[in-house]
């Protein structure tokens, strides 16, 4: 069984507002972690724009798949025959294509004797509807030897229970982007990545 990092750090979270790059800088510690070797697996999201406008957002996969997370979409028609609507803002939130490719690649157990990052951009408001999702990312926290690299919405309003419950781990290494430093946190992301390996 591997055991959390030297410096007992498991979980890397990267926080901040929306667009300020947090995703960016999960795609550059990925291919980074990837050049040194370092087995990945899980999604991000991506922003999906159409005439300079933002339509919703995809979930894409590790391994190259890719489904809609989210789309702008008008109010409720009111149909009674509809299945219930899952909304945040604007969007309306495509519950069984992220199930469909989130629910696999968090449940994948990598080899046995390797080490894997799980990957989980994000953990948000739109992710967990799914009460499946809040019991796969529960069930990678709780597997002995795991490490994660996620990132979280910043903390305002009315929180998100499993957000609140990662963010007070002791395991847990937290960076905030901003403007001024989210070009500069590459290096200490990897390096927190695969301190948290050994």
């Known amino acids: 069984m591997a055991s959390a990092g030297a ?11 929306p667009g300020i790059g947090k995703t960016t800088l999960t795609q550059k510690a990925c291919e980074a972690l990837q050049k040194e070797g370092v087995r990945i697996q899980g999604f991000y999201t991506e922003e999906v724009r ?6 919703g957002f995809d979930i894409i996969t590790l391994d190259g798949h890719r489904g809609p997370l989210a789309r702008v979409s008008k109010q409720p028609t009111g149909d009674q025959g509809r299945l219930r609507e899952y909304r945040v803002g604007q969007y309306l939130v495509n519950l069984p294509s992220f199930e469909g490719l989130a629910l696999p690649v968090l449940r994948a157990k990598p080899p046995s004797g390797t080490t894997c990052v799980y990957i989980i951009d994000e953990i948000g408001k739109m992710e967990l509807f799914s009460q499946h999702f809040i019991q796969a990312v529960r069930m990678v926290l709780d597997s002995p030897g795991s490490t994660v690299l996620a990132t979280i919405p910043v903390s305002k309003g009315r929180p998100l229970p499993l957000v609140e419950d ?3 781990r002791k395991d847990t290494k937290l960076f905030t982007l901003t403007k001024e430093n ?16 050994h």
């Not at 410096?7 to 507002?17: E, K, M, N, S, W």
């Not at 290096?187 to 990545?193: D, I, L, S, W």
């Open 50 to 55: 159409a005439g300079g406008r933002r339509q």
């Open 7 to 17: 410096c007992g750090v498991r979980y890397i979270l990267l926080t901040g507002p």
């Open 166 to 168: 990662i963010r007070r």
């Open 182 to 197: 989210r070009d500069s946190l590459l290096p200490e992301v990897v390096a927190a990545v695969k301190g948290a390996l």
